[in-house]
């Protein structure tokens, strides 16, 4: 933990305040010969205006001041909220016990009697610097973590509204890094808490060690650390943190006979036009990890790159309770079959013409899920040469946000209301199992609500009078669902077509229009459509 050196004189600011000039002179010449940087004032005013401009440590004032004395100076003095404690002497004549009660309850430190003596005055600014090194050093204790050194959450919170407010008078940019070390519990779990601890302390001192001395980098809570970066765009920030993530993954920290080694996930976000404060700023930083950890961790994530939809909210009766309790794996569609990150990307566009699909999850040697690839990813390259042979991992997107089979639907839901991802695979033991996407969601949830007895015709989704009649939609998708059927046939008839991804990807094109099928079939007796 940091600790405080002694602060020589000549670091130490003084402000006198008193209306007689003789009086000015003479103590500022004492003051100065002793080391102390002196500001003059001559009366309470001037005091009040120079306090605010340059706060100094100690305030030497008279009693006795024309339209402001020194027992009002010292009222509005304890009532401001300063960068650092005033230590006040009060110059007086006074002498009596009911004068000396007065000048404490104002919030005076110590009395000096006039007239005024050398000897006295410097030894009772030497009692007040010990006074001023105790309360920074107390100071130091409330507003910095104990483990780490760095400065608290509420540190970070205080310091950033004022450099969210200069960024907003002046128009700098600003941006926030919320900063998490993946997978932490592992560690404490496996090594011990001395270990965690000891984990914690370096990603501390890189974070610190590559940081300018304008950034602010604070311990959040438990494993996580914030970085307020000022006069930094996002982009640049997502560079810093991405330097960062790099040293910290390849930094061994010794255990033993062991070394130890951690990643971070990383979200970055900048100060907006209608970002409202500081605490906004972090939560939108706060939002961008979120992402970078459900898409594998050890990564970097803008806020910007994920977009800014807000977060919907349930009341507590709609039919959104139907979501509750549900698992991802009863919601999902599954997959027909994943990609291979080696396979040419050739194969890829036979994949999304053949089942329909506008994406699919891509996995390793091991089925282990490893990316992402979509129809615009492969559009991208259709114009490059021999662009068929180029392998899925030269293009697939790796920031692939995944959940496990057991996670509640209501969390997916919230989660694609709030950012800019259409879907979301689901695995199982690492390896892919289906996709939830905004579309599946809510086919489920519409075709849930028909299904519900609950409801009644005035909670059920009105039909839009825009749409072809019900009986006419009924026979469309039963058509459609010949079709399909008929296509499912041709495949399994066809020898060299993979069974298992024909029958997987077929079923669920089937399955899909038979809940829609039941879906419109609640509507089929509405003879006002007819």
Known sequence: MSTIPAMPESEVKVLLADDDPAMLRLLAKWLESAGYRVRCVRD???????????????????????????????????????????????LTVRSGSHDMVRGL???????????????????????????????????????????????????????????????????????????????????????????????????????????????????????????????????????????VREVIAATEIPVDRNNVRVTVSIGV?????????????????????MVAKQSGRDRVVAYQSIGQFAQLRLAAKTPGLL??????????????????????????????????FNAAPVVDDEGKLVGILAEK????????????????????????????EETPVLSIYEFLCRVAIRSVVIVKDGRPTGMISRGSLLRWFVNSLSYDPSSTDEEAPACDISLPPPRQRLATTARSLADAAAHLEMDLCNEEVDVVPCVVGGASRLQELTNDLLAYSRYAENTAED
């Not at 509750?324 to 013409?353: E, I, K, N």
């Not at 991208?380 to 180029?390: F, G, K, Q, R």
């Open 105 to 243: 309850e104002s919030g005076a430190d110590d009395f000096l009697k006039k007239p005024v003596d050398r000897g006295e005055l410097l030894a009772r600014m030497r009692a007040g610097m010990r006074v001023l090194e105790l309360e920074s050093r107390l100071s130091l204790l409330a507003r910095s973590d104990p483990l780490t050194g760095l400065p608290t959450q509420r540190t970070l919170f205080d310091q950033g509204n004022t450099e969210w407010q200069r960024a907003k008078r002046y128009h700098f940019p600003v941006s926030c890094a919320m900063i998490d070390i993946d997978f932490f519990k592992r560690v404490n779990d496996t090594y011990g808490h001395a270990v965690g601890d000891e984990v914690i302390r370096r990603v501390a001192k890189t974070l610190t060690d590559n940081c300018r001395t304008s950034d602010l980098i604070s311990r959040y809570g438990g494993e996580e650390f914030c970085a307020l970066l000022p006069e930094t765009s996002e982009k640049n920030a997502a560079l810093w943190a991405e330097r």
């Open 323 to 356: 979501f509750s309790g549900l698992p991802a794996r009863s919601v999902m569609t599954h997959t027909v079959a994943s990609l291979r990150q080696d396979d040419p990307v050739g194969r890829a566009a036979r994949y999304f013409l053949r089942y329909r």
């Open 377 to 404: 990813d492969v559009m991208a390259i259709m114009l490059w040469p021999h662009w068929w042979a180029t392998r899925i991992s030269d293009i697939m997107k790796r920031n692939v946000v995944a959940y496990d």
């Open 269 to 289: 976000s900048q100060l907006l036009d209608d970002t409202e404060s500081v605490e906004a700023l972090v939560d939108m930083a706060d939002q961008a990890l």
């Open 44 to 90: 309470g005013f001037e005091a009040m205006e120079a306090i605010d401009e340059d706060c100094p440590q100690f305030l030497v004032t008279d009693w006795e001041m024309p339209e402001m004395d020194g027992l009002e100076l010292c009222r509005w003095l304890r009532g401001r909220d300063l960068p650092c404690y005033v230590y006040t002497i009060i």
